[in-house]
């Protein structure tokens, strides 16, 4: 007979994580918005692309805010974020309309 595949760390935080509020993982997204922001301005030369990345990492998290979309803090696997669900359809397009539009920038800016 196979072992249980579930680790009881992985359970407990995944457990604590459901239990913090929505807007957390809006606004750790939005931190991180900022400082590529910040980290593409500073940058010398600037990059545009890092900095493309912010705006569009913001406007997303805000536009899926604001529609009723779920979000929680996600730190595993070697991560740092959230992981936003419950995207209405035309947000998902906006959203990966605008990643495509941020790859085509840092591309072209390099």
Known sequence: MRASSS???NDLVNSLLGRIP???GFGIIIIIGIIAIVAGAT???VTVGLIAFG???IGSSILAWVTGAS????GF???FGATITNLQPWVWWIVFGGLVVVVIIAIAAR
């Open 7 to 9: 680790n009881p760390l």
């Open 22 to 24: 929505n807007w957390v």
């Open 43 to 45: 940058n010398n030369p």
């Open 55 to 57: 705006v569009w990492a």
């Open 71 to 74: 979000s929680r803090p996600d």
């Open 77 to 79: 696997n070697g991560s």
